[in-house]
């Protein structure tokens, strides 16, 4: 077996660590250590967003949990909106990550917020969640590329309103990355907008690492075990 090693998965928009259970227990079974943390206001810490809640304090979520379990040499998974999350934690504490890898996610530059990436047909309701100080509605299902009734009886109920700061608030960025190994994963049924888009410009770079998985935007429940190796690098 190989070495074991150290992971931290965090989820997107609306989300919460519970959608990482299959990846979490493939992972464990091979041997490595694997948690996934929930951001503050969603998933089964909903009962905390008191208005508040922005980048940075999900940032701050994972940065205290990589600090307070003293994980180092950790490769951080971001998926989605978590690409701004997992920037910010790699400008927070570079000295603790081996590597990234983007899953289906953001790659934002300093100074950059998620709005800035809504597609035009979905910014309006993000812009209105700002005017009023209302969370930001989970995406219809049908939006999501999920199908599968099983799966949509698992998300459904536990998807949670997410806080709008987080979308509004500039992620805090290095200006120059650091010497860490990159990974950049598409899902090839998400928006082609979002984040195929950028391929060509990842592909072109060879310093990162690039795959694409032939399914939808939760490749974590749709391919666990092709997310896990694409996760470990295989």
Not at 145 to 171: C, H, K, M, N, Y
Request: proline content about 9%.
């Amino acid at each position: 077996m190989a070495q074991p090693r150290n992971f931290v998965l965090v989820h997107g928009a609306w989300y919460g660590a519970w959608v990482w259970q299959d990846v979490l227990a493939r992972l464990r079974r091979l041997g490595h250590l694997a948690s996934a943390p929930t951001l503050t206001g969603l998933g089964e810490r909903r009962h905390l967003e008191r208005g508040r809640v922005d980048l940075e304090t999900h940032v701050e979520d994972v940065v205290a949990h990589m600090e307070m379990e003293d994980l180092r040499n950790v490769t951080l998974v971001g998926w989605s909106y978590a690409g701004m999350v997992v920037t910010g934690v790699l400008a927070r504490i570079p000295h603790r990550i081996r590597d990234i890898v983007y899953l289906d996610a953001f790659v934002p530059e300093d100074g950059q917020a998620l709005v800035d990436y809504a597609v035009p047909e979905i910014r309006p309701s993000y812009e209105a969640a700002r005017v009023n100080d209302l969370p930001i509605p989970p995406m219809p299902m049908a939006a999501s590329g999920i199908t599968d009734p099983q799966t949509i009886a698992f998300v459904e109920p536990r998807l949670v309103s997410q806080p709008w700061q987080t979308f509004f608030q500039p992620v805090k960025a290095l200006k120059t990355r650091p010497d860490i190994p990159l990974a950049y994963v598409v899902c090839a049924q998400t928006h082609p907008v979002l984040f195929m888009g950028r391929l060509p410009e990842m592909q072109a770079n060879p310093a990162i690492r690039t795959a694409i998985l032939n399914t939808h935007h939760q490749p974590m429940l749709s391919m666990p075990d092709e997310t896990v190796s694409v996760i470990i690098g295989d």
